[in-house]
């Protein structure tokens, strides 16, 4: 957490400037992508942090989780929710999901229906 009225200074290179740029001006953007994006800009432009949730309908925190995602990560911080690494818990999900469709699969003698399955290779091993 940061202290009240503090204000978070980050330096933005042309190069990015450009690319937050394009992301708010392209039509294809996630909104969140979009606000995360206009967030950057306008700290990087020295707004206070207060007037950036006005501007932007977002709480303190959640200005102070993306200035800090993007000195940390920079533009691609802002694209995904995760870490920019990847999130080890959704792997771990799908894989426990699949275990558990191959396991109903073979209680069952091979009858499931698709839509239940994770994955093609599963509904392709019937018996």
Known sequence: MQARGMKTDITVTTEERVRLAGLIADCNS???????SRIVLATADGESVKAICRATGMSKPCVWRWQKRFAEYG?????????????????????????FDTRMLRQTNGFVAAHHLTSRSIVNKRG
């Open 30 to 36: 996630p909104a969140k992508v979009v606000w995360r």
């Open 75 to 99: 533009v691609d911080g802002l694209q995904n929710g995760h870490s920019v690494h990847g999130d080890g818990r959704l792997r771990a999900l799908a894989t426990r999901t699949l275990c």
